[in-house]
């Protein structure tokens, strides 16, 4: 019989709003607006040239794959609108603010005895420019549902007062 066991948790990273944080934010948007740019531009030319053959045989197939290819772009141009407002929103972000940056994943060891909700409580690692400056317990659990994923470069998270 085992005296513990190490489980798995969810530790959120914040980050304490510096110039340099807004500028890395800004770039990783930009970088994402360029790619998505970029997917949109190669969808066009490949699909003019396949449309344009196709007609020849298959109008009507012509028709449904232009119609796909839309579509496709329409989702995009919804990824890149998202983009650009999340970027605005890291441009009006104050200096000193905290933002939840992502998700990693922590161990804790529950020995026989130990309470299993101090064990499963919340943790949060704080970073100003990458440099740890806090490690804090939170009472109520985890902010963010486990397993859900967060990546700086599309999803960093404003969190209101």
């Known amino acids: ?34 790619q998505v740019d ?18 020849r045989t298959d109008i009507q197939q012509a028709m449904a794959v232009r119609q796909q290819v839309e579509t496709e772009k329409r989702r995009y141009r ?38 299993l909700q101090t064990a499963l409580r919340g943790v949060e690692i704080v970073v100003r420019d990458d440099e740890v400056i806090e490690i804090r317990e939170t009472e109520g659990g985890l902010m963010i549902p486990a397993g859900q994923e967060v990546t700086p470069q599309v999803a960093t998270q404003i969190e209101m007062p």
């Open 38 to 55: 970029e997917r949109i531009t190669q969808l066009d030319v490949g699909a003019r040239q396949y449309v344009t053959e196709l007609q």
């Open 78 to 115: 919804q990824v890149k609108d998202e983009l650009i407002q999340r970027q605005r929103a890291v441009q009006q972000l104050e200096v000193g603010a905290e933002v939840i940056r992502g998700t990693v994943e922590g161990q804790v060891e529950v020995k026989v005895g130990d309470n």
């Open 1 to 34: 019989m085992a005296d513990s066991v190490t489980i798995k948790r969810d530790v959120i990273l914040r980050a304490v709003v510096t110039d340099s944080l807004k500028e890395q934010l800004d770039e990783e948007f930009s970088d994402g607006i360029r």
